[in-house]
């Protein structure tokens, strides 16, 4: 914050001008210089992270840390032989499932709340965001007793409901946005041309906001996978998910850091490939509107 | 093929308001092409998305080929629309854009590319059929709106200001393009503009509006000539007519401290009225100009328009009494006295210049000064 206001009054004698794009030299490379900060300091708890994954447990633990050793896949053989497979099954069958009919279901609902605002259309709007404003932790007894009383504890379809629960708010207020930026001639078009509402939203609308359902789709994803409160205190061994693994390496006889390192290294993986996968599309989807 | 009636038909955003489309009464006949033009607001827009189904009717009704549309559903009305931005589907190509219509009909796949053939031939866009339409030009989107709506040969056509978005010269050959091809394919056309040059020249009826109410529904010709108000002799023609509220005198009236004779059954119907006064319209080009100091109304040139193949002359008129020398009055005010005077290309004719101003008989329009009625 202090480097942007610096260069706000240090720079340019543009600086009053409506919108002063370049910054001095000095101020941009200040800028440069904290950018490179914060994105190290993003970067490296990960990069150490996987570093340690190829460590072996005493390497891992060796004070200072050594930046070069021999690297080796123990621990990773070690999780895949420990069992990560049913975790990692779980996980993406919850994960695609419960992104599956958030779209499903949010798709209709986006599309209703764009389509002509009513007078509840910010109740509504703001009865789903409500949803979110309740800790987990405050609703997780009831919910604890109402699964028990259904006899659904530790079963894969109790996550998917409460991860498509939990992400349908988020999903139906992007994709709402998105559905807002689409051109109403558009659609006037279409109903002119003889298409039904429904047909209109098929052909005409889901091709132009498929960059924003991408980008919600990931989203959701993402924080299915890394859902953890739930499935921790909603599963136990059938159904548990990757979060719940990767806290068995939290032991009585102590911390196996590397292997921790190795089983958080492949959870992370899936996500990661996702978001590389999607990267033009989310980038698209995210700034969506911003640039007509 | 259909005719299109307008049966006093409302539309009323809100309750208690002036309405948008205030009982519009309009017949359009088969086959012809219709022009519905107006100033901003003036309903015409709405008019026609209430005939298209984008929008409700609050009263009244309208029909196509005697079937009542209050009700229907746009999808329903066989109706194509051209809009003023084009609403071409951006992930479409221009082929699939066109065929869009076809393909929500349920004609089959291979009928379906013939006619978009047909139609891109029609319209020049046979080698664009597979570019996306953001990499065409604005003429050529244009067109690609008009062959969606072509297609399917629907009953009516609808075109919401379709040229606005087009540069000028683009303008005046796609306007001839789309009244050509409207009269090849014979289907009942309205066409929406502001634009009074586009209302003269493309339809074969012009509907202005004004303030959501129909003003005069007649051919062109019949527009410029005998306008039914005001309004109507103000809109149509550009330069706009003069319009001065004058004195009614024993024999005519008194323009500028002129008075000018008028024909016995004229200051007869005037008669009738119990008006002293009167608004008097003279077109442009119903002025003849001679030097100043020889026989009619003294003027004082402010503005020349010199556009090659006539000029346009905007002055001020002189009272009798009045004085010119005061170059600081009024340019091309509006006010009272501005007179705009169409004259041949170089007239030689400078700023500055004094004229004296002689109207034709034939060409004086009369307007009641309160209702602006024609008399």
């Not at chain 2, 349920?106 to 080698?127: N, P, Q």
């Amino acid at each position: 914050m202090t480097a942007a206001t610096a260069s706000g009054t240090t720079t340019s004698p543009n600086a009053a001008a409506p919108v002063p794009r370049r910054t001095g030299r000095g101020s941009g490379a200040l800028l440069t210089v904290l950018a490179w900060i914060v994105g190290i300091g993003f970067f490296f708890p990960v990069l150490w992270m996987v570093l340690t994954a190829f460590k072996t447990e005493a390497d891992a633990y060796t004070d200072p840390p050594t930046l070069f050793f021999a690297p080796t896949l123990d621990n990773f053989v070690e999780v895949f032989a420990g069992g990560v497979g049913p975790y990692l099954l779980n996980s993406l069958f919850a994960t695609v499932v419960s992104t599956l009919l958030v779209l499903l279901l949010g798709t209709p609902a986006a599309f209703a709340l764009s389509l002509r605002p009513v007078k509840k259309t910010q109740d509504v709007l703001f009865f789903f965001i409500s949803t979110k404003m309740l800790p987990v932790v405050a609703a997780i007894v009831p919910i604890y007793v109402v699964v028990n009383y259904m006899g659904a504890l530790d079963n894969i379809w109790t996550l998917i409901v409460l991860y498509t629960a939990m992400n349908l708010p988020i999903a139906v207020w992007m994709m709402r946005s998105f559905f807002l930026e689409v051109p109403r001639e558009l659609l006037e078009a279409a109903s002119m041309d003889g298409a039904s509402l429904g047909r209109s939203l098929r052909e005409v609308v889901l091709p132009i906001v498929s960059p924003g359902m991408a980008a919600t789709a990931l989203i959701c994803m993402i924080f299915s996978w890394n859902e953890f409160f739930f499935a921790v205190n909603l599963t136990a061994s059938r159904a548990a998910t990757v979060p719940v693994y990767l806290v068995g390496f939290i032991t009585s006889e102590g911390l196996y850091f590397a292997s921790l390192c190795a089983a958080a290294t492949v959870a992370a993986l899936p996500v990661v490939i996702a978001g590389w996968i999607a990267q033009n599309k989310l980038v698209q989807g995210l700034s969506f509107g911003a640039v007509k | 093929m259909a005719d299109v009636v307008f049966d006093q038909a409302s539309r009323i955003y809100t309750a208690g308001a002036k309405p948008a489309v205030d009982r519009l009464d309009l017949t359009v006949s088969d086959g012809e092409f219709v022009v519905l033009v107006g100033p901003s607001g003036s309903g015409k827009s709405t008019a026609l998305r209430m005939l298209a189904g984008l929008e409700e009717i609050d009263g009244g009704s309208i029909r196509i080929d005697g079937e009542n549309m209050v009700g229907v559903s746009s999808k329903d009305r066989d109706i194509a629309m051209v809009f003023q931005n084009y609403a071409l589907y951006p992930n479409k190509t221009v082929g699939e854009n066109m065929a869009f219509p076809l393909k929500m009909a349920g004609v089959e796949k291979s009928a379906r590319a013939e006619k978009v053939r047909e139609a891109a031939a029609i319209l020049g866009l046979t080698d664009y059929l597979d570019r996306k339409p953001r990499a065409l030009s604005g003429g050529q989107r244009q067109r690609v709106a008009m062959g969606r709506a072509i297609v399917r040969e629907p009953r009516v056509f609808l075109m919401d200001e379709p040229l606005s978005n087009l540069d000028a010269k683009m303008r005046v050959s796609t306007r001839t393009e789309i009244a050509a091809l409207q009269r090849r394919l014979g289907v009942t056309t309205v066409y929406v503009t502001h634009d009074q040059v586009e209302a003269m020249t493309m339809g074969d009826r012009v509907a202005l509006l004004a303030d959501g109410k129909l003003q005069q529904f007649a051919t062109p010709a019949d527009l410029y000539d005998r306008p039914a108000n005001a309004f109507v002799a103000g809109f149509i023609g550009s330069p706009a007519m003069n319009l001065f509220t004058v004195p009614l005198t024993e024999r005519g009236v008194r323009l500028a401290g002129h008075e000018l004779a008028l024909p016995r059954d004229v200051r007869a119907t005037l008669g009738t009225h119990q008006i002293t006064e009167v608004t008097l319209g003279i077109r442009p080009e119903q002025w003849t100009v001679t030097d100043s100091g020889t026989e009619g109304i003294p003027a004082r040139v402010d503005v020349v328009e010199e556009l090659g193949s006539d000029a346009f002359l905007y002055g001020t008129l002189a009272e009798s009494t009045g004085d010119l020398s005061d170059d600081s009055a009024v340019l091309t005010g509006s006010g009272q006295d501005a007179v705009v005077v169409r004259t041949g290309g170089r007239s030689g004719t400078r700023r500055g210049d004094r004229i004296a101003l002689t109207p034709s008989v034939e060409g004086l329009h009369l307007f009641h000064p309160e209702s602006g009625e024609r008399l």
